[in-house]
């Protein structure tokens, strides 16, 4: 089960942390992938940390967002620094077996957790 946390409500310039923590299972042998969705539009990948440390970003927040994982706490995080009110969605973690270059496709990911909010006002 994954459950993901650290959601809210920032000016623009501002940063949060999303954690996802994983229980049941060890993550340390899947690939962890964030996503977003916004209202009316579709799900869309925003970063990913394959199994052996690899990481993958969109490039609509490269520069901006990192993602690491915390094997000891069974957790990964992404930190988004210079929010930006088009970064407004609801946010998703996901783990997955694929090879890196499918960590990007959201329809490769076996488990998801509960989103978390997160609202940048301008």
């Known amino acids: 089960q994954l459950q993901a946390s650290g959601g809210g409500s920032v000016q623009a310039g501002g940063s949060l942390r999303l954690s996802c923590a994983a229980s049941?299972?060890?993550?340390?042998?899947?690939?962890m992938g964030w996503f977003r969705q916004a209202p009316g539009k579709e799900r869309e990948f925003v970063s990913a940390?394959?199994?052996?440390?690899?990481?993958l970003f969109a490039d609509s927040v490269k520069g901006r967002f990192t993602i690491s994982r915390d094997k000891a706490k069974n957790t990964v995080h992404l930190q988004m620094n210079s929010l930006k009110p088009e970064d407004t969605a609801v946010y998703y973690c996901?783990?997955?077996?694929?090879?890196?270059?499918?960590?990007?496709?959201?329809?490769?990911?076996?488990?998801w957790g509960r989103g978390t909010q997160v609202t940048v006002s301008s």
């Open positions: 996901a783990a997955t077996k694929v090879v890196f270059s499918y960590l990007a496709n959201k329809e490769k990911y076996y488990y």
């Open positions: 940390v394959s199994w052996s440390g690899s990481t």
């Open positions: 049941g299972r060890s993550i340390s042998e899947y690939s």
